[in-house]
T-cell receptor, first 111, second 114 residues
Framework: GESVGLHLPTLSVQEGDNSIINCAYS??????FIWYKQESGKGPQFIID?????DKRQGQRVTVLLNKTVKHLSLQIAATQPGDSAVYFC??????????FGTGTRLQVFP | NAGVMQNPRHLVRRRGQEARLRCSPM?????VYWYRQLPEEGLKFMVY????????ESGMPKERFSAEFPKEGPSILRIQQVVRGDSAAYFC????????????FGPGTRLTVL
């Protein structure tokens, strides 16, 4: 029979509020950590990356925080908009260039 | 500047048939990556290729799966004798060089095995 995938954790926020999406990673040797956004029926889209020797990086409306002590990564989206609704994945990049993706968080923005 | 192109977008095969998935990287990109995604899950790395070379195939199943990226033409992911468990979305990504952080993803091919 068909396999049933796990339901993604979901974050629901009101338009205009800030969103925080969290991710735990496993490999301390990863060089970079990257956030991707995936809209329904589309391929992942790069949002922002952070090198392993940094703890914070800001982009346009987005901030990524890296806590290596607890192996935790977060993505903050300021003034969340309906167009931000998507599934967000964190990924670790090893020195072999392959990406190791996390399980994802679905962000739902309501008016 | 066209992005990564994949075809077909949807592919239906019966058990035992072969599936061929094609990926044309962005112009100027010579590095291609294939990932597989099951519903409600993250992407899983399969293989990393450079023109005419397989760089990392650590995520490829040992049997029935193969990939190539010839000197001319698209990269091909080939699945022989498909089984229902092969049903998934297969994404291709490309980058211009080794060590480049941003991988540009195509729209994916959704394979359904009946």
């Amino acid at each position: 029979g068909e396999s049933v995938g796990l339901h993604l954790p979901t974050l629901s926020v009101q338009e205009g509020d800030n969103s925080i999406i969290n991710c735990a990673y496993s490999n301390s040797a990863s060089d970079y950590f990257i956030w991707y956004k995936q809209e329904s029926g589309k391929g992942p889209q790069f949002i922002i990356d952070i090198r392993s020797n940094m703890d914070k990086r800001q982009g346009q409306r987005v901030t990524v925080l890296l806590n290596k002590t607890v192996k935790h990564l977060s993505l903050q989206i300021a003034a969340t908009q309906p167009g931000d609704s998507a599934v967000y994945f964190c990924a670790e990049k090893e020195n072999t260039d392959k990406l190791i993706f996390g399980t994802g968080t679905r962000l739902q923005v309501f008016p | 500047n066209a992005g990564v192109m994949q075809n077909p977008r949807h592919l239906v095969r019966r058990r035992g048939q072969e599936a061929r998935l094609r990926c044309s990287p962005m112009k100027g990109h010579s590095h291609v990556y294939w990932y597989r995604q099951l519903p409600e899950e993250g992407l899983k790395f399969m293989v990393y290729l450079q023109k005419e070379n397989i760089i990392d195939e650590s995520g490829m199943p040992k049997e029935r799966f193969s990939a190539e990226f010839p000197k001319e033409g698209p990269s091909i992911l080939r699945i022989q004798q498909v089984v229902r468990g092969d049903s998934a979305a297969y994404f291709c990504a490309s980058s211009p060089k080794r060590g480049y952080n941003e991988q540009f993803f195509g729209p994916g091919t959704r394979l359904t095995v009946l």
